[in-house]
């Protein structure tokens, strides 16, 4: 592969991943990402760890590695900081490259398609003011991320690659529609929670009802033998 400068790496995003996945190094750590994306930074590294949670995630153990990163990236958006700061230890964690290679090509193609696609434009989505929000919102998720829920990686997952697309592409569309998916989740958890506080009061004495049916319907099967 060859040597690249990274501050001033003009490649395609999806050459990018491709080239990381051609060293021969069984493990790929995250010191060495966080190098290749140079300046790249932020939005880089969330859409990187927001993919890779989508085409991996499903390996037990993996939403940790990849999902605690976004924690300290989101917390540091929140704050204004310029470049990113990893502790040492997360910079020598790892992951299999060829895991690594396997998931990519599950979201290689989709991602040139897209990267065709963007361009810079409504920069009011990529303002200060926005990224700060966008660190919030990216925390939360992360978190969500890191639990062991199955299948629940995939959404927030998602919604962090496409703000972290956003930002690398400075493509304020992109930012739109992670926004529009967040809405999406929010009206969808106010719709279950408020049905559940209308229907609850009625669901719980017919559960009860049946409880208290159990034992007498247990002693009448076990009486016919």
Do not use: H
Request: hydrophobic content about 55%.
């Amino acid at each position: 592969m060859p040597d690249y400068d990274y501050q001033n790496d003009t490649r395609p995003f999806s050459r990018v991943l491709e080239d990381i996945g051609a060293k021969d190094d069984p493990k790929l750590y995250l010191g060495e990402l966080v190098n290749a994306f140079g300046e790249r930074g932020f939005g880089a590294l969330m859409l990187f760890f927001g993919l890779m949670n989508v085409a991996i995630g499903i390996i037990p153990g993996t939403t940790t590695i990849l999902g605690a990163p976004l924690l300290l990236m989101g917390l540091q958006l929140t704050i204004r900081q310029d470049q990113l700061w990893l502790p040492r230890w997360a910079l020598k964690r790892s992951i299999d490259r060829e895991a690594y290679r396997s998931g990519l090509e599950s979201v290689l193609p989709r991602l040139r398609k897209v990267e065709r696609l963007s361009r810079p434009r409504l920069s009011i989505m990529t303002s200060e003011v926005s990224e700060v929000l966008i660190g919030i919102v990216t925390f939360l998720l992360a978190f969500i991320l890191i639990l062991p829920i199955w299948g629940g990686n995939l959404i927030p997952a998602l919604i962090i690659a496409t703000f972290g697309f956003g930002l690398m592409q400075r493509d304020g569309l992109a930012i739109v529609i992670a926004w529009s998916a967040v809405g999406l989740i929010c009206v969808a958890g106010l719709v279950v929670w408020l049905a559940w506080t209308w229907v609850s009061p009625f669901l719980l004495p017919v559960w009860e009802w049946a409880q208290g049916l159990l034992p007498n319907a247990w002693a009448w099967f076990t009486g016919l033998f």
